[in-house]
Nanobody, 122 residues
């Protein structure tokens, strides 16, 4: 069992930056591929970013490529999402998730956090 707890969300202005953190429990963090997803009101959940177990490979949705960076610290059992040049359309609840598969499909992720709200004003 893996428990995920996100933090770092908030209300910011367009162009600002935020760094989200996702702390995990257990000693198996390094065995999981970690992903970030987001869901805006009235919209489907969408993939944002994912990172391999070692952190050597990362993948992003086109909408955030060049602005967001996913990273992880296996010694701290934590994954991060650095978000720069935020836009109002980035407003959503952000979730981290853990999977044993290299996938951008949320249904393939086994464990989810409760999410953290990011609101970007124009």
């Amino acid at each position: 069992q893996v428990q995920l707890v996100e933090s770092g969300g908030g209300l910011v202005q367009a162009g600002d930056s935020l760094r989200l953190s996702c702390a995990t429990s257990g000693r198996t963090f390094g065995t999981y591929i970690m992903g970030w997803f987001r869901q805006a009101p009235g919209k489907e959940r969408e993939f944002v970013a994912r990172i391999t177990r070692s952190g050597g490979t990362r993948d992003y949705a086109d909408s955030v490529k060049g602005r967001f960076t996913v990273s992880r610290d296996n010694a701290k059992n934590t994954v991060y999402l650095q978000m720069n040049s935020l836009k109002p359309e980035d407003t959503a609840r952000y979730y981290c998730a853990a999977s044993l598969q290299w996938t951008d499909y949320g249904g393939d992720y086994d464990y989810w956090g409760q999410g953290t709200q990011v609101t970007v004003s124009s």
